[in-house]
C-alpha cells in the first residue's frame, strides 16, 4: 500500500470564523496546496439574512444552518476547530485558543464578524436583543411571543397595551424586515388564537435616527418601503434618537420632544461594532481602526505591515475604491473571502493579484408578503416582483440544497396559509415558563426539540 504524501511542508492557512467571508476563504483554496485550519465557536455555518424569519416564527434554526463538518466533509485538506479564539500573535503567528492550545499560521484570514453597537449604552442589551445569533432570534421569538401570552392573562387596559406594545430600534434592511415580519405575525397569524384581546390592536413601532428608512437605498425605495409598512401596520418615525431603554419601555427625542413609549417588547437593529477580537489585534498591530473599531485593511485585504495577515468582512474597514468604507452585507464579505483565497494561491506562484474590487450586484429588502425593494445598478424594483426576486436571490445563496428545499417548501406553505409554525416558546431547563427573564436553551437542544 502506498504511503500518503508528506503534507508537513505545505503552507498553513488558518480561518477565524465560518461566516461567509470564512466559508468562501476555505472553499477558494480546496485545491491550492496548502492545509487549512477553520475555527469557529460554533459548529455550524448560519445564513444570518434569514434570522429574522426564526425571530418571528416563519422557520425553525436548523433550516438556515449547516454543520461546518457537513459542509467540508469532502475537502481533504482542511480540518474544523470547534473553539474559540482569545487571542493572535501576529509576531510568533500563533493562533491562541480558549483551552490554551496555540495554533501556528503561514497565513491568517481573521473573519470574526460583528455584534450590535448600543452607542454606549451596553446597559440597554438585556432589554433590547439585538439579531445576530440563532440564540438572539429564539430570544426574540420568546419574548414577542409571552407578550402575547400576557396580555391574554392581563385585565388592566393600560398594562395589557404595554404588552401589546412592540418597539423596533433602527430603518436599517434587518429593522424594516423585523418590523414586517413582526406585524404580520401579530395582526395575521394568531389572528382569532385569543380571547381576551384583539392581535390587530397590537401596535408596532419603528424608530430610525436618520431622515428615512434603508438610508443606504435610494430614496424611491425607502418611501416604498416606508409606505409598505404603513400598509402592515408599523408606525415609522424617522430622527428619532433613542436615549432611554430599560423593561418598562423606551424613551426617544422627536423634533426637540422627549416621547416615552410604554413597551414591554424592545427590539434592537441600530449600528454594529466590530467583534473584541479586532481591537486586540489593533492593539499588537498598531493597525488603524475606524470610530466602530473595523480595521483599515491594505488594498490587498491585509494589515499595515503584515501582508500574510487579513482581514475580511465585517471587521474590515475597506475604502480604496471609493472614499468611503464597504458596508457590512454577505456580499462584501463573499467577494473579499474569494479574493484573499485567490490572493494565497497567488503568491503561492510568486505573483500578486490586483487590489480588491467588490462589485455591487445590488440590494434587496423584503417588508413583508408580496413587498420588497430591490436595486440592481440603475434599476429598482418593488412589490411583488421584488418579492419574487428577493426569494429567488436568497435561495440561491443559502448553503445546502436541503436547507433549500426546505426552506422553499416553508415559504409556499406560509405564503398560502400565513401561518408560522414555529411559534414555540422554549426555556432552560427547570426555569418556570412564566419568568420574564428566563433565558433560551442552547441552539443545538432547540434545533433538536423542534425537530421532534
Known sequence: MPHPPDNSVRP????????????????????????VTLIDRRNFHLFQPLLYQVATGGLGPAEIAVPLRALFKYQRNIRVLNAEVVAIDPQQQRVHLDDDEAIPYDYLIVAAGASYHYFGHDEWAKHAPGLKTIEDAQEIRRRVLLALEHAERESDPQRQQAWLTFVIVGGGPTGVELAGALAELVHATVRGEFRRFDPAKARLLLLEGGPRLLPTYPPDL??????????????????????????????????????????????????????????????????????????????DLSLPGYPNLFVIGDLAHYAHQTGSPLP??????????????RVIRERLHGRQPRPFRYKDKGDAAV????????????????????WLGWLFI?????VGFENKLLVMIQWAWNYFTRNRRARLILYCYGTPPHAPESRIISSGE???REQR
Open 222 to 299: 425607502s418611501a416604498n418601503a416606508h409606505q409598505s409598512l404603513r400598509r402592515l401596520g408599523v408606525e415609522v418615525v424617522t430622527n428619532a434618537l433613542v436615549n432611554h431603554v430599560d423593561a418598562q419601555g423606551v424613551q426617544y427625542t422627536h423634533q426637540g420632544e422627549s416621547v416615552w413609549v410604554e413597551a414591554r417588547t424592545v427590539l434592537w437593529a441600530a449600528g454594529v461594532r466590530a467583534a473584541p477580537l479586532a481591537e486586540q489585534l489593533a492593539q499588537r498591530t498598531n493597525a488603524p481602526t475606524d470610530k466602530v473599531g473595523r480595521l483599515i485593511v491594505e488594498p
Open 367 to 386: 417588508i413583508g408578503r408580496k413587498a420588497a425593494v430591490i436595486k440592481i445598478g440603475r434599476l429598482h424594483l418593488t412589490g411583488f416582483i421584488a
Open 446 to 448: 432547540d434545533a433538536r
Open 394 to 398: 436568497h435561495l440561491l445563496y443559502l
Open 328 to 341: 457590512g452585507v454577505a456580499p462584501v464579505a463573499l467577494q473579499q473571502g474569494s479574493y484573499v483565497a
Open 12 to 35: 498553513h492557512v488558518v480561518i477565524i470564523g465560518g461566516g461567509f467571508g470564512g466559508l468562501q476563504a476555505a472553499k477558494g483554496l480546496r485545491n491550492a496546496p496548502v492545509e
